[in-house]
Protein backbone atom coordinates (compact mmCIF):
# COMPACT_ATOMS: atom_id res chain seq x y z
CA UNK A 1 0.00 0.00 0.00
CA UNK A 2 1.61 3.67 -1.20
CA UNK A 3 2.57 5.56 1.89
CA UNK A 4 3.44 9.05 2.65
CA UNK A 5 7.70 8.96 3.98
CA UNK A 6 9.17 11.45 5.96
CA UNK A 7 13.05 11.65 6.58
CA UNK A 8 14.73 12.08 9.17
CA UNK A 9 12.88 10.11 11.39
CA UNK A 10 14.73 11.96 14.30
CA UNK A 11 16.55 15.62 14.32
CA UNK A 12 18.64 17.15 16.97
CA UNK A 13 19.33 20.89 16.26
CA UNK A 14 20.78 23.52 18.37
CA UNK A 15 18.53 26.92 18.81
CA UNK A 16 19.21 29.13 16.35
CA UNK A 17 19.83 27.01 13.57
CA UNK A 18 17.69 25.99 10.31
CA UNK A 19 16.01 22.98 10.27
CA UNK A 20 14.42 21.14 6.75
CA UNK A 21 12.05 18.67 7.48
CA UNK A 22 11.48 16.10 4.47
CA UNK A 23 8.30 14.10 3.43
CA UNK A 24 8.15 12.20 0.12
CA UNK A 25 3.38 12.48 -0.55
CA UNK A 26 1.69 8.92 -2.06
CA UNK A 27 2.48 9.61 -5.92
CA UNK A 28 -0.97 10.99 -6.85
CA UNK A 29 -1.96 12.77 -4.47
CA UNK A 30 -2.21 17.33 -4.88
CA UNK A 31 -3.11 17.85 -1.60
CA UNK A 32 -0.08 18.42 0.93
CA UNK A 33 -0.24 18.95 4.65
CA UNK A 34 2.37 19.37 7.72
CA UNK A 35 0.98 18.95 11.34
CA UNK A 36 2.63 19.31 14.80
CA UNK A 37 2.37 17.45 17.90
CA UNK A 38 4.07 18.10 21.06
CA UNK A 39 4.77 15.58 23.29
CA UNK A 40 2.00 13.65 23.06
CA UNK A 41 -0.45 16.41 22.99
CA UNK A 42 -3.01 17.44 20.77
CA UNK A 43 -2.00 17.23 17.16
CA UNK A 44 -1.76 21.03 15.55
CA UNK A 45 -2.41 22.05 11.32
CA UNK A 46 0.41 24.09 10.39
CA UNK A 47 -0.29 24.63 6.68
CA UNK A 48 -1.71 23.18 3.37
CA UNK A 49 -0.30 23.37 -0.01
CA UNK A 50 -1.72 22.62 -3.18
CA UNK A 51 -0.91 23.45 -6.81
CA UNK A 52 2.62 24.87 -5.88
CA UNK A 53 1.56 27.26 -3.22
CA UNK A 54 -0.13 27.72 0.58
CA UNK A 55 -4.01 27.08 0.87
CA UNK A 56 -4.55 27.37 4.26
CA UNK A 57 -1.88 28.53 7.11
CA UNK A 58 -2.53 28.48 11.14
CA UNK A 59 -1.59 31.19 13.36
CA UNK A 60 1.24 28.78 14.39
CA UNK A 61 2.83 29.08 10.74
CA UNK A 62 4.68 32.10 11.17
CA UNK A 63 7.45 33.91 8.92
CA UNK A 64 9.72 31.18 10.80
CA UNK A 65 8.40 28.60 8.51
CA UNK A 66 7.83 27.87 4.90
CA UNK A 67 6.96 24.99 3.36
CA UNK A 68 8.34 24.22 -0.62
CA UNK A 69 7.79 21.46 -3.41
CA UNK A 70 11.37 21.79 -4.65
CA UNK A 71 10.45 18.84 -7.44
CA UNK A 72 7.62 16.07 -8.61
CA UNK A 73 8.08 14.10 -5.36
CA UNK A 74 9.38 16.00 -2.80
CA UNK A 75 7.88 18.15 -0.14
CA UNK A 76 9.47 20.39 2.81
CA UNK A 77 9.20 22.19 5.75
CA UNK A 78 11.81 24.95 6.52
CA UNK A 79 12.50 26.20 9.96
CA UNK A 80 14.65 29.33 10.08
CA UNK A 81 16.21 29.80 13.27
CA UNK A 82 14.47 27.44 15.34
CA UNK A 83 13.90 27.42 19.14
CA UNK A 84 13.26 25.84 21.80
CA UNK A 85 9.28 25.20 22.09
CA UNK A 86 10.08 23.93 17.90
CA UNK A 87 10.99 20.74 19.69
CA UNK A 88 8.02 18.70 18.30
CA UNK A 89 6.91 15.89 15.92
CA UNK A 90 5.97 17.00 12.84
CA UNK A 91 3.73 14.78 10.52
CA UNK A 92 3.25 14.96 6.64
CA UNK A 93 0.19 14.54 5.21
CA UNK A 94 -0.96 14.11 1.59
CA UNK A 95 -4.97 13.58 0.33
CA UNK A 96 -5.95 12.74 -3.17
CA UNK A 97 -8.99 15.12 -3.07
CA UNK A 98 -10.03 18.29 -1.27
CA UNK A 99 -13.02 17.21 0.15
CA UNK A 100 -15.19 15.95 3.32
CA UNK A 101 -14.55 12.47 2.56
CA UNK A 102 -11.28 12.21 1.71
CA UNK A 103 -8.99 11.05 4.68
CA UNK A 104 -5.38 12.47 5.25
CA UNK A 105 -2.96 9.73 5.09
CA UNK A 106 0.31 10.63 7.53
CA UNK A 107 3.55 9.58 7.43
CA UNK A 108 5.24 8.72 10.49
CA UNK A 109 6.83 12.24 11.36
CA UNK A 110 9.99 13.32 12.49
CA UNK A 111 10.67 14.05 16.09
CA UNK A 112 13.00 17.51 15.90
CA UNK A 113 14.40 18.50 19.35
CA UNK A 114 16.03 21.49 19.65
CA UNK A 115 18.34 22.17 22.45
CA UNK B 1 -14.74 26.87 20.99
CA UNK B 2 -13.76 23.48 20.05
CA UNK B 3 -14.73 21.66 17.10
CA UNK B 4 -13.61 18.62 18.19
CA UNK B 5 -14.70 16.88 21.70
CA UNK B 6 -13.06 13.89 23.22
CA UNK B 7 -13.85 13.90 27.21
CA UNK B 8 -12.02 10.65 27.82
CA UNK B 9 -8.97 11.54 28.91
CA UNK B 10 -7.80 7.77 29.23
CA UNK B 11 -9.29 4.48 29.76
CA UNK B 12 -8.19 1.06 30.73
CA UNK B 13 -10.07 -1.87 29.55
CA UNK B 14 -9.62 -5.64 30.21
CA UNK B 15 -8.45 -7.32 26.79
CA UNK B 16 -11.81 -8.80 25.11
CA UNK B 17 -13.86 -6.38 25.93
CA UNK B 18 -15.55 -4.00 24.19
CA UNK B 19 -14.67 0.05 24.08
CA UNK B 20 -16.43 3.10 23.07
CA UNK B 21 -14.18 6.01 22.48
CA UNK B 22 -16.32 8.76 22.61
CA UNK B 23 -16.49 12.06 20.54
CA UNK B 24 -18.68 15.00 19.84
CA UNK B 25 -18.28 17.50 17.06
CA UNK B 26 -19.40 21.60 16.19
CA UNK B 27 -19.46 21.99 12.45
CA UNK B 28 -22.40 24.07 11.23
CA UNK B 29 -21.84 22.67 7.29
CA UNK B 30 -23.18 20.07 5.91
CA UNK B 31 -21.22 18.05 4.80
CA UNK B 32 -18.52 16.81 6.76
CA UNK B 33 -16.62 14.03 7.14
CA UNK B 34 -15.01 12.55 10.60
CA UNK B 35 -11.98 10.45 11.00
CA UNK B 36 -11.26 8.39 13.32
CA UNK B 37 -6.83 7.84 13.96
CA UNK B 38 -4.73 5.36 16.26
CA UNK B 39 -1.91 6.38 17.77
CA UNK B 40 0.80 3.27 19.38
CA UNK B 41 3.79 4.76 21.39
CA UNK B 42 5.64 4.15 18.17
CA UNK B 43 4.45 7.84 17.13
CA UNK B 44 2.72 7.11 13.70
CA UNK B 45 -0.68 8.41 12.95
CA UNK B 46 -2.63 5.66 11.62
CA UNK B 47 -6.03 5.74 10.08
CA UNK B 48 -8.55 3.67 11.20
CA UNK B 49 -12.14 4.62 9.96
CA UNK B 50 -14.39 7.58 8.19
CA UNK B 51 -17.78 8.11 8.28
CA UNK B 52 -19.87 10.70 6.25
CA UNK B 53 -22.18 13.07 7.15
CA UNK B 54 -24.52 12.25 4.56
CA UNK B 55 -24.19 8.29 5.22
CA UNK B 56 -27.49 6.35 6.69
CA UNK B 57 -24.94 3.64 7.51
CA UNK B 58 -22.71 3.79 10.56
CA UNK B 59 -19.05 2.35 9.08
CA UNK B 60 -17.64 -0.20 10.05
CA UNK B 61 -13.89 -1.45 8.84
CA UNK B 62 -12.91 -4.61 10.75
CA UNK B 63 -13.32 -4.51 14.46
CA UNK B 64 -13.87 -1.07 14.16
CA UNK B 65 -17.14 0.45 13.92
CA UNK B 66 -18.01 4.24 14.35
CA UNK B 67 -21.60 5.16 16.09
CA UNK B 68 -23.02 8.11 14.13
CA UNK B 69 -25.99 9.81 15.79
CA UNK B 70 -26.05 13.02 13.92
CA UNK B 71 -28.73 15.19 15.56
CA UNK B 72 -26.57 14.47 18.67
CA UNK B 73 -23.33 15.40 16.71
CA UNK B 74 -21.81 12.40 17.81
CA UNK B 75 -19.03 10.27 16.57
CA UNK B 76 -17.89 7.57 18.68
CA UNK B 77 -15.62 4.74 17.75
CA UNK B 78 -16.31 1.18 18.95
CA UNK B 79 -13.64 -1.22 19.24
CA UNK B 80 -14.98 -4.99 19.28
CA UNK B 81 -12.97 -7.83 21.37
CA UNK B 82 -10.26 -5.52 22.14
CA UNK B 83 -6.58 -6.61 22.06
CA UNK B 84 -3.46 -5.63 23.67
CA UNK B 85 -2.22 -4.02 20.52
CA UNK B 86 -4.99 -1.73 20.88
CA UNK B 87 -3.20 0.29 23.41
CA UNK B 88 -3.09 3.74 22.16
CA UNK B 89 -3.71 6.91 21.64
CA UNK B 90 -7.02 7.21 19.43
CA UNK B 91 -8.05 10.99 17.92
CA UNK B 92 -11.19 11.58 16.72
CA UNK B 93 -11.05 14.45 13.29
CA UNK B 94 -13.20 16.35 10.98
CA UNK B 95 -12.80 17.43 8.00
CA UNK B 96 -15.51 20.22 6.80
CA UNK B 97 -17.12 20.41 3.60
CA UNK B 98 -17.55 22.96 0.59
CA UNK B 99 -19.34 25.56 2.41
CA UNK B 100 -16.28 25.86 4.43
CA UNK B 101 -12.96 27.35 2.64
CA UNK B 102 -10.63 25.55 4.94
CA UNK B 103 -8.13 22.86 3.72
CA UNK B 104 -7.43 20.63 7.08
CA UNK B 105 -8.48 18.14 9.36
CA UNK B 106 -8.99 18.97 13.00
CA UNK B 107 -8.24 16.98 15.71
CA UNK B 108 -9.46 16.15 19.24
CA UNK B 109 -7.33 15.86 22.03
CA UNK B 110 -7.47 12.39 22.39
CA UNK B 111 -8.44 9.44 24.41
CA UNK B 112 -5.22 7.19 25.54
CA UNK B 113 -6.40 3.57 25.30
CA UNK B 114 -4.88 1.09 27.64
CA UNK B 115 -5.64 -2.66 27.40
CA UNK B 116 -5.28 -4.67 30.04
CA UNK B 117 -3.89 -8.48 29.90
Known amino acids: EPEVTQTPSHQVTQMGQEVILRCVPISNHLYFYWYRQILGQKVEFLVSFYNNEISEKSEIFDDQFSVERPDGSNF ?15 FCASSDYRDYNSPLHFGNGTRLTVT | AQKITQTQPGMFVQEKEAVTLDC ?88 RLHILP
Open chain 1, 76 to 90: TLKIRSTKLEDSAMY
Open chain 2, 24 to 111: TYDTSDQSYGLFWYKQPSSGEMIFLIYQGSYDEQNATEGRYSLNFQKARKSANLVISASQLGDSAMYFCAMREGKENRDDKIIFGKGT
